[in-house]
């Protein structure tokens, strides 16, 4: 928890090189992906949301703090899991994933679609605000085997049961995961998803071991 506060400072600072030797630290002492997104990043960045929703930061030291997280991820990927996969077949499949529309927190979403990729998996990330029809365009062309969004408060969530059913309707071997905070907030609205189809995400545990028993042959 100590770790999280100070990387939380480092962020709010907008010290870019620091953020960075956080993460570096982590993976040298063994830290895996999952952890360091599950456990370092996410939660700093959900403790800097609180101070803003509290007045504790204005609106411009969010964004510092946003921009500052997006360039570790960022760097992330491209100094470890790229490295890391490098001659490594992308054999589990293709995921393809985005925020819904009018959703602009695609951290998240960003997290996962790297796990996916250090997992084996040909990724496509839409990001941020995505109309359903640009999906459907995407998923036609692309043909992907596993579609993910994300959806933070409700407002955005209540998006998520019509993406399903235009994605179910169109596509019949596909297999969604559904993700983000509006998951825990009441009257979520997703009681009619076809749970043989659908799978929803509120921890990370859950999200790896849904790749991990995926790898096993099962859902």
Not at 45 to 69: F, P, R, S, Y
Not at 79 to 90: A, D, F, G, Q, S
Not at 178 to 194: E, H, M, N, V, Y
Request: charged share 25%; aromatic share 8%.
């Amino acid at each position: 928890m100590e770790t999280v506060t100070h990387f939380t400072h480092v962020l709010l600072d907008g010290d870019q090189e620091k953020a960075w030797e956080y993460v570096v630290n982590e993976v040298e002492n063994g830290t895996s992906t999952e952890d360091i997104f599950y456990q370092l990043l996410t939660p700093a960045m959900v403790e800097i949301g609180k101070k803003w929703q509290e007045n504790e930061i204005t609106v411009a030291d969010e964004h510092l703090a946003t921009t500052t997280c997006d360039f570790t991820l960022a760097r992330y990927k491209h100094e470890i899991i790229l490295p890391r996969m490098k001659n490594t077949p992308t054999d589990q499949g293709k995921a393809l994933f985005f925020c819904v529309e009018q959703e602009e927190h695609d951290l998240g979403i960003r997290m996962i679609a790297q796990i996916f990729e250090e997992s084996g998996y040909e990724v496509r990330l839409m990001g941020a605000n995505l109309p359903v029809e640009f999906v459907l365009t995407m998923a036609v062309n692309w043909k992907p085997d596993i579609i993910g969004m994300s959806a933070s408060m409700l407002r955005q969530g209540e998006k998520v049961p019509s993406y399903i059913q235009r994605l179910m309707e169109r596509f019949e071997d596909i297999e969604l995961l559904i993700g983000g905070r509006f998951l825990s907030l009441p009257d979520q609205l997703l009681d009619k998803a076809d749970d043989s189809k659908v799978t929803m995400i509120q921890e990370g545990s859950e999200l790896s071991a849904w790749i991990s028993n995926r790898a096993k042959g099962g859902k």
